[in-house]
């Protein structure tokens, strides 16, 4: 095991980073709706702290796809857990063109980043389903935004595509369908989860860890 793996699944007590929400749960919202408005803020706050540079880290999603993977049959999970959406292998693939097949060592693990892998292990404990508040700030995320993502990067100096394939879907012939019915799957997992608040305040989290990460990597670059 490498300095920068995390282990699968936490050791310690729930960690003390997950939000509670201050909005009343709506019980005749879907799951999808609810964790969009209950994250809205802290979503607008991510677009504007420049969360791109987040993708220069790829442990997180390793993180979350090996435990999605683990949890892939369980009730409520079962229904997030797509492997049509992992972007893990694609990050990997990037990072090779980008900076070396060394990158796992040649890049600096930065603190917030192994706090967000870190987040998502001590989510992985139990039942898992707080995994699926990552997944909606992860995947949902990535497929809106990906192609648009991609051709904002695509006119930076010397960026090849080769190197922007985390942004690409090419196994995916009908990109809306897919987005339509994995957003349909966090309403499905509702009908499994007792505890849809836990999964609401995990999602908040994970949009302050990625905050929290971007600002990181800003501040590193500018020293």
């Not at 964790?35 to 790829?58: C, P």
């Not at 009908?174 to 987005?179: A, G, I, R, S, V």
Request: negative net charge; glycine residues 8%.
């Amino acid at each position: 095991m490498s300095s920068h793996d995390i282990p699968l699944t936490g050791t310690g007590p729930r960690r003390s980073t997950v939000e509670s929400i201050s909005l009343p749960m709506d019980p005749t919202s879907g799951l999808a709706d609810q964790l969009r408005d209950h994250t809205r803020a802290w979503h607008r706050q991510a677009e504007r702290s420049g969360i791109v540079h987040e993708l220069l880290n790829g442990r997180a999603y390793q993180q979350l796809e090996r435990a999605l993977e683990q949890h892939r049959d369980s009730p409520g999970v079962r229904h997030v857990a797509s492997p049509e959406t992992y972007r893990a292998a694609a990050l990997e693939a990037d990072l090779d063109s980008l900076c070396g097949p060394r990158w796992q060592t040649s890049l600096p693990l930065l603190r917030p980043a192994r706090d967000y892998a870190e987040q998502i292990a001590d989510a992985a404990n139990g039942d898992g389903v707080r995994l699926i508040g990552h997944a909606y700030v992860r995947y949902l995320g990535d497929l809106n935004g990906g192609r648009i993502l991609r051709q904002c990067l695509m006119r930076s100096p010397g960026l090849q595509p080769e190197a922007l394939t985390f942004c690409a879907f090419p196994d995916i012939h009908d990109l809306q369908h897919l987005k339509v019915a994995y957003r349909a799957g966090f309403d499905q997992a509702a009908g499994d989860i007792s505890d849809l608040r836990s999964v609401i305040e995990e999602a908040l989290t994970a949009f302050r860890l990625n905050v929290e990460l971007s600002e990181s990597v800003a501040a590193q670059q500018a020293s």
